[in-house]
């Protein structure tokens, strides 16, 4: 069966850096589009950006030029760069595929990631 995997979570501190990987498995990574998406505490799931078969990205505004997401289809692998985190990156961070881009970009993937935890400190 599909099974996402995040991981690379954890505690950091303002204008730091860290790297999410999302480990894919159970269909044909390299044809579907992949993407990341965060939930701050009391607040509803957001976008950050999608990464199509082709290796194109498109990103949210807020994370535009801070994070950077990349995908290794050898190893079934999608990645998530976040550098200059402030406090306001705090969330659980998904991972998510479609085989279409904009449906996945709607909120409407096929399957998610199970999150991992990202909490950024003054």
């Known amino acids: 069966q599909v099974q996402l995997v995040e991981s690379g979570g954890g505690s950091v501190q303002a204008g730091g850096s860290l790297r999410l990987s999302c480990a894919a498995s159970?269909?044909?990574?390299?044809?579907?589009?992949m993407g990341w998406f965060r939930q701050a505490p009391r607040m509803e799931r957001a976008r950050i950006g999608f990464?199509?078969?082709?290796?194109?990205?498109n990103y949210a505004h807020s994370v535009k030029g801070r994070f950077t997401i990349s995908r290794d289809n050898a190893k079934n692998t999608l990645y998530l760069q976040m550098n200059s985190l402030n406090p306001d990156d705090t969330a659980i961070y998904y991972c998510?595929?479609?085989?279409?881009?904009?449906?996945?970009?709607?909120?409407?993937?096929?399957?998610w990631g199970q999150g991992t935890q990202v909490t950024v400190s003054l």
């Open positions: 998510a595929t479609h085989r279409d881009c904009w449906t996945l970009w709607a909120g409407s993937p096929d399957y």
């Open positions: 159970g269909y044909t990574y390299s044809n579907y589009c």
């Open positions: 990464i199509d078969s082709g290796g194109n990205t």
